[in-house]
T-cell receptor, first 113, second 111 residues
Framework: QQKVQQSPESLIVPEGGMASLNCTFSDRNSQYFWWYRQHSGEGPKALMSIFSNGDKKEGRFTAHLNKASLYVSLHIKDSQPSDSALYFCAVTPPSSNTDKVVFGTGTRLQVSP | DTTVKQNPRYKLARVGKPVNLICSQTMNHDTMYWYQKKPNQAPKLLLFYYDKILNREADTFEKFQSSRPNNSFCSLYIGSAGLEYSAMYLC??????????FGPGTRLTVL
């Protein structure tokens, strides 16, 4: 059974600072990796995905994937108060079961003005 | 319109009573999901429909039922609510292997 763990549980960064969120998974054959963000009172919303080893940059957000090390991370540059939210890592299992996605417990990010 | 709607947003239920939660989407997504979310825990997949085929997780198989009368609607049914069912219930939909779109959730409180 795929296990997805996130760290830290919570994080406070100053406005303009860099936030780094970490996620480990247990199945090296996992296919797709997602980061979701949930603001208070809303459902989670997909932020970005990464499928191949290496870095993927979208604006202020950079995801990094290392399947061999069972590790994916999200880095937020120039953090804004609007980035304050709960961030989930989500992993799609190997190809036989891609309908299911396993979520981590989340990292709560607070950006202080 | 990329929104997923859930009704009601808040639900109060008595122990032993049934609960029915509703979800809808108009994106023509082939898969619809129900998750249970408790504080400080990961969203837990309860079941999902791929088209008309229902897949229920083994550890919650007997606790939750669902129906999908058409592509747009999906319900989650609890036959007899217990205190442990108090949680946020999130509905999501997806097309193929793309991202899931989530609704705002229904907060269920069982007393």
């Amino acid at each position: 059974q795929q296990k997805v763990q996130q760290s830290p549980e919570s994080l406070i960064v100053p406005e303009g600072g860099m936030a780094s969120l970490n996620c480990t998974f247990s199945d090296r054959n996992s296919q797709y990796f997602w980061w979701y963000r949930q603001h208070s009172g809303e459902g989670p919303k997909a932020l970005m995905s990464i499928f191949s080893n290496g870095d993927k940059k979208e604006g202020r957000f950079t995801a990094h994937l290392n399947k061999a090390s069972l590790y994916v991370s999200l880095h937020i540059k120039d953090s804004q108060p609007s980035d304050s939210a709960l961030y989930f890592c989500a992993v799609t299992p190997p190809s036989s079961n891609t309908d299911k996605v396993v979520f981590g417990t989340g990292t709560r990010l607070q950006v202080s003005p | 319109d990329t929104t997923v709607k859930q009704n009601p947003r808040y639900k109060l239920a008595r122990v032993g009573k049934p609960v029915n939660l509703i979800c809808s989407q108009t994106m023509n997504h082939d898969t619809m999901y129900w998750y249970q979310k408790k504080p400080n825990q990961a969203p837990k997949l309860l079941l999902f429909y791929y088209d008309k085929i229902l897949n229920r997780e083994a550890d919650t198989f007997e606790k939750f039922q669902s129906s999908r009368p058409n592509n747009s609607f999906c319900s989650l049914y609890i036959g007899s609510a217990g205190l442990e069912y108090s949680a946020m219930y999130l509905c999501a939909s997806r097309l193929w292997d793309y991202e899931q779109y989530f609704g705002p959730g229904t907060r269920l409180t069982v007393l």
